[in-house]
């Protein structure tokens, strides 16, 4: 089974991806670990990837098309696998298309101001790296005795950048899978068991 795994920021894509990759015996292949992973090991493509990324300037295409193609001929993809992150517009779902067959893309919806209230509510703790929601913990301070604090990334109006930026990039790539059939919506306003639940109840029939 090779499949996509669409959502917005704060969708929950990460959890659900680790849920479906273990229930179907499937790769995780999230393009944040990937390029870590070539940059790490110092990779032709790693190399190439950190001249841009030191200069504060994204990856070419043509270099993550690489690191895709490494990446799903390794042992663990044999069984097939789900990206989480990737493709991110038009140009990449095509060359995709060009390089292996796609089964099912997963998008996880889920409204704009849940997203926010999701993502403009955690907090962290700098000492040992919890994340809490404000709707489950009061006050300001960490089991471990840390005062926690809001990244400036998980701002409300940084989020409202965020998520309008997604849907720029990916309302088209959402219809791309759509037109050939391919494309699996799932309510991702659920808590996190319905939603694996609802994935694995579409995938399996």
């Known amino acids: 089974m090779k499949m996509i795994l669409l959502g917005p920021p704060g969708a929950g894509k990460g959890t659900q991806a680790k849920g479906i990759a273990a229930r179907y015996g499937i ?16 990779t032709p493509l790693g190399r190439e990837a950190k001249a841009y990324m030191d200069n504060g300037q994204l990856v070419p295409d043509d270099v993550i098309i690489g690191m895709v193609k490494n990446r799903i001929q390794q042992p663990d993809c044999q ?4 990206f989480d992150g990737f493709p ?3 140009a990449q779902a095509e060359v995709l298309e060009q390089i292996t067959d796609i089964d099912r893309v997963i998008d996880i919806e889920v409204p ?13 703790c700098p000492l040992c790296g919890a994340t809490y929601h404000v709707s489950t913990h009061a006050g300001d301070k960490c089991s471990c005795g840390g005062t926690l604090y809001q990244r400036d990334d998980d701002k409300a109006e940084t989020v409202a950048v965020r998520v309008r930026e997604y849907h720029r990039k990916t309302e088209a790539l959402i219809d791309f899978y759509a037109q ?10 659920a808590t ?3 939603v694996a639940e609802e994935i694995a109840r579409e995938l399996d029939a």
């Open 27 to 42: 790769a995780h292949i999230s393009t944040g670990d990937m390029l870590r992973s070539e940059v790490r090991e110092g």
């Open 79 to 82: 069984n097939g696998f789900l």
């Open 180 to 189: 050939k059939g391919k494309l699996l919506r799932v309510n991702g306003d």
């Open 88 to 90: 991110r517009t038009i």
């Open 112 to 124: 704009d101001e849940r997203l926010i209230e999701r993502i403009s509510g955690r907090r962290m």
């Open 192 to 194: 996190v068991d319905a």
